[in-house]
Nanobody
């Protein structure tokens, strides 16, 4: 079983930065692909970024060049550095981990990110 706890959300001005953290329990963190998703009010949950155990990354087009996903195996933690934030980045951000290959089986509780003008 994997438990994920996000932190680092908050209120930031347009153009600002935030770093989200996702602390994972369990000894299998280093072997799992980790990801970040977000859900804005009234919208579906969307993919933001992912990182494999080898460090390969993938990003949604809307965040490429602004967001950076990383991981620290020693701390069992994944990060999402968000720069040049825009109003449309406002959402609840969720950390996720792959269980069954190809499936995001584990989810955190979410952390709110609000970008203001």
């Amino acid at each position: 079983q994997v438990q994920l706890v996000e932190s680092g959300g908050g209120l930031v001005q347009d153009g600002g930065s935030l770093r989200l953290s996702c602390a994972a329990s369990g000894r299998t963190f280093s072997s799992r692909t980790m990801g970040w998703f977000r859900q804005a009010p009234g919208k579906e949950r969307d993919f933001v970024a992912s990182i494999t155990r080898s460090g390969s990354t993938d990003y949604a087009n809307s965040v490429k060049g602004r967001f950076t996903i990383s991981r620290d195996g020693a701390k069992n933690t994944a990060y999402l550095q968000m720069d040049r934030l825009k109003l449309e980045d406002t959402a609840v951000y969720y950390c996720a981990a792959v269980g069954i290959p190809g499936s995001w089986n584990y989810w955190g509780q979410g952390t709110q990110v609000t970008v203001s003008s």
